[in-house]
C-alpha cells in the first residue's frame, strides 16, 4: 500500500474541527431483536448515526436479564465505535457525554486509539504520540459499575469464513451449547457453519452499519484508514455473552499476529488481534464490565503454518471458505493481493496443485505480477503488506518446503525467484518440522481449552 503525505491536510482538519462529541446512546429491545445507533457530532458541523442491529433469536436470554446489562456495554461500543468517525478529522478534543470514565479507563482508550490506528497514521505520514494526539473529555459524573452476574460454561466462536475460525469450529464447534456469531454475515460465514454442523440460522448475528456521511467525507477528502476493526468485534463478543449468557468467547487469532509490520516499530495492521491487546482487553473487561466474561484465542499458540496444516485436514470446508478481502463482498479470491497469495502460500505444503486450484481456480506461484506482494511477504522487500498475514519467517519457513517437493526444474514463476534470492540459501533442515510443533506459551487460553488444542498438535 503506498504512503501518501497528508500531513498538512491532517494540520488543517484538525483546526477546522476542533472537537468531536460522543453525544449519546439509544436502544431498543423488542419483538424484532435489540436495536442501538449512536449519536456522533464532528465540532457542530456534521453529525454521525451509526447502528447495530441484532435479530431476536432462541440463544437470547430473558428480556429482564438483558436490559440490566445493556447501559454499560453498549456505551463501550459507542467508544470504539466513535474511532471510525473521529479518524476523518482527527479533532485534538473528544468529548464522552453519555457516561463517565475513570482516569484509567481514559489511558486505557488512548493507548488503544492510537495503537489501533498505528497504519491510520503511518500511511497518511502523520507523525504524533501517544500523549498529545488527542485528549479526552468525559463530561459525565455518572459511572457504570461493573457487574459479576453469572454465566454458563458454553463457548462463543466469532465466524469471519476464513481458514482460522474454520479450525476453531471444526475443534470446539462439538462442545454443548456452542454458539457461532457473525458481524455482517456473508456466504462463506454460513457455509462454513453449516460444513461444521451447525443450522444454517443457528448462530449470534450482528448487523453493523456505517454512516454514509462518513463515506461522502471521504470522498470530499476528509482522512480515511485502517481502525482497529477486532476491537470492535471484541466488544461486540462482550455483547454477545450478556445476551446469552455464555462465559467463554474464543476467538481465532494467531502468534503469527503479534508481528508489527513494519519492522523495529509498533504499527501493525493486526494490533487488536495482538497478544498484546487481548492482555489489555481482557483485563478492561474484569475490570469495568463483568469478571465472569472469558475473552481469548483458542489459536494464539499456533503460527499460521501449523493452523494451515489443521486446516488442510478439514476439506469440507476448503469449497466455502474466503479469506479475501478484497473479494468479501462478492465471496471470490481476487488472487491478486497479499492476503490471496499469503493463504495460497501457506496452504502449499499441504494440499496437492489440483486442491489449490480447486480453491483458487489458478496457481498463483505462477503469477508474475503478484511479485511485488511476494517480495514483501517474504521479507526480500522492507516492509510486510497491510494485511491479516502471518509472519515472515514462517512464509519463508513454507517456501523452502515448497520448493524442496518440487522439481527444480519446473519451478513456477515465483519459487523460480525465490531460489535465486538471497533468501534461500538459509533455509535450514529441520525448521519445516519444528515449527509444526511450536506452541507458544504467551496465550490466555483456560487449561481445559490449552490440552484440547495439545492433543490435536500432539495427538
Request: hydrophobic share 40%.
Amino acid at each position: 500500500m503506498l504512503r501518501s503525505n497528508r500531513r498538512d491536510r491532517f494540520l488543517q482538519l484538525k483546526e477546522q474541527f476542533p472537537f468531536f462529541v460522543f453525544e449519546k446512546q439509544e436502544y431498543s429491545l423488542g419483538s424484532r431483536g435489540l436495536e442501538i445507533r449512536f449519536t456522533f457530532n464532528l465540532a457542530d458541523q456534521y453529525k454521525f448515526y451509526p447502528t447495530l442491529f441484532i435479530p431476536r433469536k432462541s440463544c437470547f436470554l430473558s428480556d429482564e436479564n438483558i436490559a440490566n446489562r445493556l447501559p454499560n456495554i453498549v456505551f463501550n461500543i459507542g467508544m470504539i465505535e466513535l474511532i471510525s468517525y473521529w479518524k476523518a478529522a482527527c479533532p485534538p478534543n473528544l468529548i464522552i457525554q453519555p457516561y463517565g470514565l475513570f482516569p484509567e479507563q481514559v489511558k486505557w482508550w488512548k493507548h488503544l486509539y492510537f495503537h489501533g490506528l498505528g497504519e491510520f497514521f503511518y500511511l497518511n505520514s502523520i507523525h504524533s504520540d501517544k500523549d498529545t494526539f488527542l485528549n479526552i473529555e468525559v463530561a459525565s459524573k455518572n459511572h457504570l459499575p461493573p457487574q459479576s452476574y453469572s454465566l454458563d460454561n458454553s463457548i462463543i466462536i466469532p465466524v469471519g469464513g476464513g481458514k482460522d475460525s474454520a479450525v476453531t469450529l471444526e475443534i470446539l464447534g462439538g462442545m454443548p451449547g456452542t454458539l457461532p456469531l457473525v458481524l455482517n454475515p456473508r456466504k462463506a460465514c454460513i457455509e462454513s457453519m453449516v460444513a461444521a454442523g451447525f443450522p444454517a440460522n443457528d448462530y449470534f448475528e450482528i448487523l453493523r452499519t456505517i454512516d454514509p456521511l462518513l463515506l461522502s467525507l471521504n470522498d470530499m477528502g476528509f482522512l480515511n484508514g485502517h481502525t482497529p476493526f477486532s476491537a470492535i468485534l471484541g466488544f461486540l463478543t462482550v455483547l454477545a455473552s450478556a445476551m446469552t449468557g455464555k462465559k467463554h468467547i474464543a476467538l481465532s487469532n494467531e502468534s503469527s499476529a503479534n508481528e508489527p509490520t513494519i519492522p523495529g516499530t509498533d504499527i501493525n495492521h493486526q494490533y487488536s488481534k495482538s497478544f498484546a491487546f487481548e492482555t489489555g482487553f481482557r483485563q478492561y473487561i474484569s475490570t469495568w464490565i463483568n469478571p465472569e466474561i472469558n475473552y481469548f484465542s483458542f489459536l494464539r499458540p499456533l503460527h499460521e503454518l501449523q493452523i494451515a496444516a489443521l486446516f488442510s485436514g478439514f476439506p469440507k470446508y476448503h469449497p466455502v471458505f474466503k479469506s479475501c478481502n478484497a473479494g468479501s463482498k462478492t465471496d471470490t479470491w481476487c488472487c491478486n493481493c497479499p492476503k490471496c497469495l499469503f493463504t495460497y502460500i501457506i496452504l502449499a505444503p499441504f494440499l496437492p496443485e489440483t486442491s489449490l486450484y480447486a480453491i483458487f481456480g489458478k496457481n498463483l506461484l505462477s503469477t508474475e505480477k503478484l511479485l511485488p506482494w511476494f517480495e514483501q511477504l517474504s521479507g526480500l522487500a522492507e516492509e510486510k503488506p497491510f494485511d491479516c498475514i502471518g509472519t515472515v519467517d514462517e512464509v519463508n519457513v513454507a517456501l523452502c518446503e515448497i520448493i524442496g517437493r518440487n522439481s527444480l526444474d519446473s519451478l513456477p514463476f515465483l519459487l523460480d525467484y525465490y531460489r535465486n534470492s538471497r533468501l534461500y540459501p538459509q533455509c535450514l533442515p529441520g525448521n519445516f518440522e519444528q515449527t509444526l510443533l511450536a506452541f507458544s506459551p504467551h496465550h490466555h487460553l483456560p487449561p481445559e481449552f490449552e490440552q484440547i488444542l495439545k492433543n490435536v498438535i500432539y495427538g
